[in-house]
């Protein structure tokens, strides 16, 4: 299954601060109907995400009845992306 879409980069300041896009709903949607069948635990979805010329594996995170994609800061700073800036990912579930 491979959705794309579009989303801001934002920044969560807890105890281990990551970088992430949210998901829209409908996608996000998409995914639950799935999440069955593909999560390893605790709602964990593994994922292939593609940003730019970037591609990397990581999984979902479940976050308030969606999920989030977390960016690697890597690719954050091979595709130049920051917080507040708007992306375009491609996510491969394999299902």
């Not at 009845?65 to 130049?80: D, N, S």
């Amino acid at each position: 299954m491979d959705l794309e879409f579009s989303g801001d980069v934002w920044h969560w300041r807890g105890p281990a601060p990551h970088h992430f896009v949210s998901v829209p709903e409908d996608d996000a949607a998409t995914i639950e109907s799935v999440a069955a069948a593909v999560t390893y635990g605790w709602g964990m979805i593994p994922v292939t995400v593609h940003l730019g010329a970037s591609t990397w594996t990581t999984s979902l995170w479940p976050k308030d009845g969606g999920y989030i994609v977390p960016l690697k800061l890597a690719v954050r700073r091979t595709e130049e992306v920051d917080v507040g800036d708007t992306v375009r990912l491609r996510l491969t579930l394999d299902v």
